[in-house]
């Protein structure tokens, strides 16, 4: 009996396993991503407001930002474009040579969202007069509600902005 029971089991987790493997797959060139379990189009917006950092030309950080962030999503599939508009309400100095954050809309226009997964670049011009991202903004999601981290990528200039993990908090307007 025991062993028509384990046998049963075994059964039961083999075939859930290939179902899971054969669900989550996407096809085939596109990275492998997971179907959005949402879509976000529309307007987020922070309930309270968020806490980020401007670095100075060492890479540290030198200003605390406090600011509201509003975005404005449109969703196709997994990709996403839309605009993040960022508002500083009191910019605090932290460290040496300090550099305000002038906030403003901002564009986003290569967003991929991949199962409870949001991801975009921040690019800008640089001295070259090229374009490069600056920054990566990465949030988990669930109906109505967005939590995420933003990330300087600018390793040349620190352009970029830079958060604690998980700070920015987001809700479905």
């Given at each position: 009996?025991?062993?028509?029971?384990?046998?049963w089991v075994w059964c039961v987790i083999v075939v859930s396993a290939l179902l899971v493997a054969g669900c989550g797959g996407g096809t085939v060139g596109d990275g492998g991503g997971l179907t959005p379990a949402r879509d976000l189009s529309g307007t987020w917006t922070s309930a309270i407001p968020v806490v980020y950092y401007t670095l100075?030309?060492?890479?540290?950080?030198?200003?605390?930002?406090?600011a509201n962030i509003a975005m404005q999503l449109q969703q196709s599939g997994s990709g996403v474009t839309g605009v993040i508009t960022i508002t500083p309400i009191t910019q605090e100095p932290v460290g040496e040579m300090p550099i305000p954050d002038p906030g403003g809309p901002l564009t986003i226009d290569d967003g991929t969202v991949s199962s409870t997964n949001f991801t975009?670049?921040?690019a800008s011009w640089t001295p070259s007069g090229g374009v490069r991202a600056i920054e990566r903004?990465?949030?988990?999601?669930t109906t109505d509600l967005m939590g995420g981290t933003v990330t300087n990528l600018d390793t040349d200039s620190y352009f970029g902005r830079d958060s604690d993990?998980?700070?920015i908090h987001l809700i479905r307007s």
């Open positions: 009996m025991r062993t028509r029971l384990l046998k100075n030309i060492y890479g540290e950080r030198a200003m605390r930002v406090t975009f670049t921040i903004w990465a949030f988990t999601f993990t998980n700070a």
